[in-house]
Nanobody, 115 residues
Framework: QVQLVESGGGLVQPGGSLRLSCATSGSRFDSYIMGWYRQAPGKQRELVAAITNPGSTNYVESVKGRFTISRVENTVYLQMNSLQPEDTAVYYC???????????WGQGTQVTVSS
């Protein structure tokens, strides 16, 4: 059974940093595209960053230069720097099985940027 467990969220002041972690288990994720999504109150869930197994990455425009996604063995990270209030959201880890076109989701972790 595929499981994704996020950690690392919290409250941070504007300009601060956080690192989110997503521990994966239950499958080989070599062929999965791993990603981080976020959902702010009253808004749709949006893709923040994604990474393929060879390490190709892409980011939503609003986080380019501030966020970095990486994967080390069975863990996916999202390093978030220069955080702004508009980054406040619940962040979700996602694993997309490209062969079955199926998404797996973590439970989400809250990130709040406020002074």
């Amino acid at each position: 059974q595929v499981q994704l467990v996020e950690s690392g969220g919290g409250l941070v002041q504007p300009g601060g940093s956080l690192r989110l972690s997503c521990a994966t288990s239950g499958s080989r994720f070599d062929s999965y595209i791993m990603g981080w999504y976020r959902q702010a109150p009253g808004k749709q869930r949006e893709l923040v960053a994604a990474i393929t197994n060879p390490g190709s990455t892409n980011y939503v425009e609003s986080v380019k230069g501030r966020f970095t996604i990486s994967r080390v063995e069975n863990t996916v990270y999202l390093q978030m720097n220069s955080l702004q209030p508009e980054d406040t959201a619940v962040y979700y880890c996602n694993a997309f099985d490209v062969y079955r076109s199926f998404n797996y989701w973590g439970q989400g972790t809250q990130v709040t940027v406020s002074s």
